[in-house]
């Protein structure tokens, strides 16, 4: 199973927004509404943002929003702050033989 | 407070064996799955390993097929990985990671780090 694709690095100003996409298939991230996003700050473990592509779990900001679109979905940050900065990644359910797939991960610069 | 902690990681060689554990509290440890994911050093997250609420239904990535065993002591709120004829691109920090609805892994342990060396 390979991993989904996202792209190396992301930026923008504090204040401003960045999308991050991440590329499947049809047998991952576009057959199923299971796609989350996690934000991993270095050291630290990952933190849930968005889960079933589009829902925000309690406490984190309604500035980050999730949605998909095919094969891809994507996480926007709106608003951008320092503490934004960090690593994201996508998951999506792959069925039950591969169950599940993260994929490559994006670092986000606040510049 | 949802609270996960891994323990047993450290070094070992190349084809040794290791065995993981993850103490779950605060919420209740028997009516979830769970799940083990790994981070090489300087990369992305891989999925290791689930398990279901109740051990019936066990998954593992390709990578540990036949080599790892996933398992839970519900009575002891805790979670394993068995790691077995382990290889140098084993090393990495290893995370449990509560699964709800959807596929999702809400809550993550802060990991345990393996290192597989000679």
């Known amino acids: 199973q390979s991993a989904l694709t996202q792209p190396p690095s992301a930026s923008g100003s504090p204040g401003q927004s960045v999308t991050i996409s991440c590329t499947g298939t049809s047998s991952d991230v576009g057959g199923y509404n299971y796609v989350s996003w996690y934000q991993q700050h270095p ?35 709106s608003g951008l702050q320092a503490e934004d900065e960090a690593d994201y990644y996508c998951s999506s359910y792959a069925g039950s033989n591969n169950l599940r797939v993260f994929g490559t991960g994006t670092k986000v610069t606040v510049l | ?26 919420f209740t440890f028997s009516g979830y799955s769970m799940n083990w994911v790994r981070q090489a050093p300087g990369k992305g997250l891989e999925w290791v390993s689930f398990i279901s609420s109740s051990s019936s239904t066990i998954y593992y990535a390709d990578s540990v097929k036949g080599r790892f065993t996933i398992s839970r002591d519900n009575a002891k709120n805790s979670l394993y990985l068995q790691m077995n004829s382990l290889r140098d691109e084993d090393t990495a920090v290893y995370y449990c990671a509560r699964q709800s609805s959807g596929w999702t892994l809400d809550y993550w342990g802060q990991g345990t780090l393996v290192t597989v060396s000679s």
């Open chain 2, 1 to 26: 407070e949802v609270q996960l902690v891994e323990s047993g990681g450290g070094l070992v060689q190349p084809g040794g064996s290791l065995r993981l554990s993850c103490a779950a509290s605060g």
């Open chain 1, 43 to 77: 050291g630290k473990a990952p933190k849930l943002m968005i889960y079933e592509v589009s829902k925000r779990p309690s406490g984190v900001p309604d500035r980050f929003s999730g949605s998909k679109s095919g094969n891809t979905a994507s996480l926007t940050v």
